[in-house]
């Protein structure tokens, strides 16, 4: 049996089109604080979200790197923990395929990331807190009244993956 060798891929670091970052605004009172995480003016129509979902990740633990065939996923990094975001972008016809993007987003540093179809993702707590993630994508985890397969492409189980959290 003849064995194979995977390439290895190299990445230009930079900003990948279509990824959209931008900061979460705390608005405080006497009552605690709020941030609006989407507005229907401020994002592009094919971006807006179906649903949404909240997840806590504990520290040291990674989810990715995955990316979705139809699906844009909208994360909101507010804390009260820090992640660490990485992208790559798997879109050949993209001006910055074999681009990458990684940068921190929690509490320090309250973000959204607009993170297109067709660009693999991850992110890792970096913080010492269970940090919270809210997800709000554009279509429904596994269609309507979820019938459909999930539109998810797994990096994270391929040990020999170019796309690494580590």
Known sequence: MAETKKTMVEFTKGEIKDVVVYQLKK????????????????????????????????????????????????????????????????????????YKMSFNAGIDEPLAVVVPKGVVHGYKNIGDLDGMVINCPNRLYMGEGKREPIDEIRHEDDPETPYRMD
Do not use: K
């Open 27 to 98: 608005y405080h009172d006497d009552r605690g604080w709020l941030a609006e995480l989407f507005r229907h003016d401020e994002l592009a129509e094919e971006f807006f979200p179906v649903m949404s979902y909240i997840s806590f990740t504990t520290p040291g633990i990674a989810r990715g790197p995955h990316e979705h065939v139809d699906q844009a996923d909208l994360f909101c990094f507010i804390g009260p923990s820090t992640f660490n975001m990485r992208m790559w972008d798997n879109r050949p016809d993209s001006p910055t395929f074999n």
